[in-house]
């Protein structure tokens, strides 16, 4: 079984952590132990344990156990900016062995760990640190959750071309029902399928108060994939 996925979007507000924390119902639903993970993310609160963000959060109440805070999130900012930008703005550079040391910490009590990129695959890390630096040196296969709406396929079709030049494992994408009026939503779907050319390991409908216990039935096929 793979021990780990990379989970990127098509853009911010797509549906990324919805998508993560679903495929983490699906999995403990199953019996793996699968535990969550953001490396970094901004637009954080300030909380009495320090700066949480509502995304790392939903991972956390989706996995298996209690895993640590500091693990799940190693790199929290303030601001709700550019993960890259809000660094800079702390003061502080984003440190791949830190989120390498804080990944094989969850990893030591999981079976399997779903990881939440930041915004679109090319969002930057840092100054010359980007996504793909982090799945290469963790060795993570790429699930691409693609925002179902007017342009989805544009920035679907330009992320998976992305995803494999920065020599990544793209295997299979999730469609996420942003728009509720989506017009020639299967037409849609249907050139994603065609075009893609990696599975489509579920669709996410459109909800004002979504469950990923609810929605992880949609996953079952990225659920087998990955085991």
């Not at 550079?93 to 990944?103: K, P, S, Y």
Request: hydrophobic share 50%; with cysteine; net charge negative.
């Amino acid at each position: 079984m793979s021990h780990a996925v990379y989970v990127t979007g098509t853009d911010t507000g797509v549906g990324k952590s919805l998508a993560a924390a679903a495929l983490l119902a699906a999995f403990n639903a199953r019996g793996v132990c699968a535990v969550g993970m953001k490396p970094v993310a901004s637009g954080c609160e300030r909380t009495p344990a320090g700066l949480h963000n509502a995304d790392a959060e939903l991972l956390i109440a989706h996995s298996a156990g209690a895993p640590a805070y500091a693990d799940v999130n190693p790199y929290a900012f303030a601001d709700p900016i550019a993960p890259h930008l809000a660094a800079a703005d702390a003061g502080i550079e984003v440190d791949l062995a830190r989120i390498e040391a804080a990944f094989a910490a969850l990893s030591t009590n999981a079976q399997f760990l779903v990881v939440e990129g930041v915004g679109g695959w090319m969002a930057p890390l840092g100054p010359r640190l980007m996504q793909a630096d982090l799945v290469r040196a963790l060795r993570l296969p790429v699930i691409l959750v693609v925002g179902l709406r007017l342009g989805c396929l544009n920035h679907a079709l330009l992320s998976a071309r992305a995803i494999r030049a920065d020599g990544a494992e793209l295997i299979g994408w999730v469609g996420s029902s942003v728009d509720a009026q989506m017009a020639r939503r299967e037409d849609n779907l249907a050139t994603l399928r065609e075009r893609l050319s990696v599975p489509c390991l579920g669709v996410l409908a459109h909800s004002a108060a979504p469950d990923p216990t609810a929605l992880a039935v949609h996953l079952a096929a990225a659920r087998d994939l990955l085991c």
